[in-house]
């Protein structure tokens, strides 16, 4: 994505002036710091803080914002890369490798992953990146005493959708679902959970040059979405103010204000939800459902850490960061998963973590997340790539434009978006 100019000035400056900043804090009162530049804020930042504080060097941490990929590019124009980066995208991470932007880096003894995962970082057979975080984003939130029975298969969950909209129509009860789909990430993780159950074998030729986004896989994964985003009353609001709802709304109209029963949220809900909660019920999860009772997909996110070219300290760093206790501080304060399957099921402080964690290395069900693997701007951002594509269609199938329709402007805006970055059909 090229962001507008004034974006673009606005993020050359702080990153000059955060290089600045960290150049003259890394060379005064001895041994230079090792930077780090990341995409979180707040209470993540705070956690990863934490956990470089048990590194036997020193650490200075850098949040970058939301759009890490501008702010590392003016860093790499400044002169002033940092040392180390934590990418939430495995593109950005082959993109900085074939750029020759970064060094080649090793993980610990300690360090494994779920099978396909490793290869996302890898580029002509050299490791460019490590999975230091990992995201569950196979979960639906609600509150028990909402949904006493949640829905085993998708055919269950348009039932209940079907049952809970009308309710809510007729008698102003609550939505059956919540969805922040003004933030476009939202609706291609629903999207990437419905198609890697309908064409899991379809669903990694996706990212590849020559896929084919107007075929049955994508057509079909579509098709489902709009018979179950189509029910009258199923959003809170209905599906206009559904697009002016960012993600932490929604968990809000689930946890606080009860005006939804159902939520489709990464694991990383929970730590959004917390503050919200009402009373002493917290929201629990039942995965995803598919076809089959039991047997939904299993999508995953993550982040990697990287090291540039010719930093000092960097690959010492990111190996460190691969062992099995370094995530121990995060772990302890929950809101944490890890990728590492070394790290001890026995770490998490709480059974829904460990579940979660349990879930992700058994063999043969995981995928990791369709739009962080897409090139260039199809990757999506706000109002760009494939999240603007998604949100276009889910306003037609919520405003009453036929499914067929609405399918075929999709898929053909989804043709269009993948030619532009050199591939796709």
């Known amino acids: 994505m090229t962001p507008p100019a004034r974006v673009r000035r606005r993020t050359l400056l702080r990153a000059a002036a955060a290089g600045a900043t960290a150049l003259a804090a890394g060379c005064s009162g001895g041994a230079r710091s090792v930077q780090v530049a990341v995409v979180w804020s707040t209470s993540e930042l705070d ?27 003016a860093r790499h124009l400044a002169g002033t890369s940092p040392d180390v980066a934590i990418l939430p995208r495995p593109g950005l991470v082959t993109e900085y490798a074939q750029r020759g932007w970064l060094s080649p880096v090793r993980g610990s003894t300690e360090y494994a992953v779920p099978a396909g995962l490793s290869e996302l970082l890898t580029v002509k057979g050299r490791r460019f990146g490590v999975w230091v975080k990992a995201a569950h984003k196979s979960l639906v939130w609600y509150l028990p005493s909402m949904l006493p029975v949640p829905p085993a298969d998708w055919d269950a969950l348009v039932r209940r959708t079907q049952e809970l909209g009308a309710l809510a129509r007729r008698d102003g009860g609550p939505a059956p679902l919540a969805i922040g789909a003004a933030d476009g990430w939202v609706l291609t993780d629903w999207f990437e959970n419905v198609l890697a159950d ?13 896929a084919d986004w107007q075929g049955g896989a994508v057509r079909e994964a579509l098709d489902r979405l709009a018979g179950l985003w189509s029910i009258g009353g199923a959003f809170v609001g209905g599906g206009r103010r559904a697009l002016l709802t960012q993600y932490e709304e929604s968990v809000i109209q689930v946890v606080h204000t009860k005006r939804a029963v159902m939520l489709v949220g990464a694991d990383f809900t929970a730590d959004v939800a917390d503050p919200f909660q009402r009373g002493p019920e917290a929201p629990v999860t039942f995965r995803f459902p598919g076809t089959r009772p039991g047997g939904g997909p299993l999508i995953v996110g993550g982040d990697a850490a990287v090291a540039f070219a010719d930093a000092r300290g960097g690959v010492e760093l990111v190996e460190w960061l691969t062992r099995a206790d370094s995530f121990q501080p995060w772990l302890r304060a ?92």
């Open 47 to 73: 956690r990863f803080r934490e956990v470089v504080a048990g590194y036997p060097g020193r650490v200075q941490v850098v949040s970058a914002g939301n759009d890490i990929d501008a702010f590392l590019r």
């Open 198 to 210: 309908v064409a899991p074998e379809s669903y990694h030729t996706l990212a590849r040059p020559g």
């Open 334 to 425: 929950g809101g944490y998963l890890s990728p590492n399957t070394n790290v001890a099921i026995g770490s998490y402080r709480d059974r829904v973590g460990q579940r979660l964690a349990e879930e992700m290395r058994a063999p043969g069900t995981l995928r990791f997340d369709l739009s962080d693997q897409l090139p260039g701007a199809f990757t999506g951002s706000d109002g760009v790539g494939i999240w603007r594509i998604m949100q276009g269609f889910f306003a037609d199938v919520t405003d009453g434009v036929r499914a067929s329709e609405a399918i075929r402007r999709a898929t053909g805006l989804l043709a269009a978006a993948a030619r532009s970055t050199g591939g796709g059909r």
